[in-house]
T-cell receptor, first 116, second 116 residues
Framework: AQSVTQPDIHITVSEGASLELRCNYS??????LFWYVQSPGQGLQLLLK??????LVQGIKGFEAEFKRSQSSFNLRKPSVHWSDAAEYFC??????????????FGKGTTLSVSS | GAGVSQTPSNKVTEKGKYVELRCDPI?????LYWYRQSLGQGPEFLIY????????DSGLPNDRFFAVRPEGSVSTLKIQRTERGDSAVYLC??????????????FGPGTRLTVT
């Protein structure tokens, strides 16, 4: 069965420092992978996605993620964190029902705090 | 509206009562998903609609939960005989389902259900 593991429940990073959030997945075929961000009282916003091709994907707000098949990982990175990045981050893999529809399987999330 | 909307934003009900949660997807999106997010967890898939029909309802926890989408647009999630364990944020998402396969889901802000 498909699953997503986010090993870090809570991370604190200094403003301006680099960030890496870890994500490991379990999926039998080539996965479709996503990172979402959720701010308090806000809906989930897609940061970036990987479907195929270049394993380094760029997203919004200066985030990037690298797909590593050998490690079953899809870690999220940002070179310099801003205070506004404090939020909950979710990694997800798409479980395909059929060619048209997919449900997302989410990890439990990582809470990012940014210190000044 | 431009995004997915959900009403109400908050719902407090007593144990044993019936509740309905509404989702209005992005216009033209044929796929609609319901997820449930419990405290400290990532969203968990409940049900997926393709048009008017439920393509997969394998995530519904039991027969107290039911969802409809009679005209292929607005969807209602219905919970009978609510239990305190049903307390969670219920998220709705929609996506385009073109022939090429776009798996990006757009999420609404959620309905926070509290069962007392």
């Amino acid at each position: 069965a498909q699953s997503v593991t986010q090993p870090d429940i809570h991370i604190t990073v200094s403003e301006g420092a680099s960030l890496e959030l870890r994500c490991n997945y379990s999926y039998g075929a080539t996965p479709y992978l996503f990172w979402y961000v959720q701010s308090p009282g806000q809906g989930l916003q897609l940061l970036l996605k990987y479907f195929s091709g270049d394993t380094l994907v760029q997203g919004i707000k200066g985030f990037e993620a690298e797909f590593k098949r050998s490690q079953s990982s899809f870690n999220l990175r940002k070179p310099s964190v801003h205070w506004s990045d404090a939020a909950e981050y979710f990694c997800a893999v798409a479980a395909r029902f059929n060619q048209a529809g997919t449900a997302l399987i989410f990890g439990k999330g990582t809470t990012l705090s940014v210190s000044s | 509206g431009a995004g997915v909307s959900q009403t109400p934003s908050n719902k407090v009900t007593e144990k044993g009562k019936y509740v309905e949660l509404r989702c209005d997807p992005i216009s033209g999106h044929t796929a609609l998903y319901w997820y449930r997010q419990s405290l400290g967890q990532g969203p968990e898939f409940l049900i997926y609609f393709q048009g008017t029909g439920a393509a997969d309802d394998s995530g519904l926890p039991n027969d107290r939960f039911f969802a409809v989408r009679p005209e292929g647009s607005v969807s209602t999630l219905k919970i009978q005989r609510t239990e305190r364990g049903d307390s969670a944020v219920y998220l709705c998402a929609s996506s385009l389902v073109p022939g090429g396969g776009s798996y990006e889901q757009y999420f609404g802000p959620g309905t926070r259900l509290t069962v007392t």
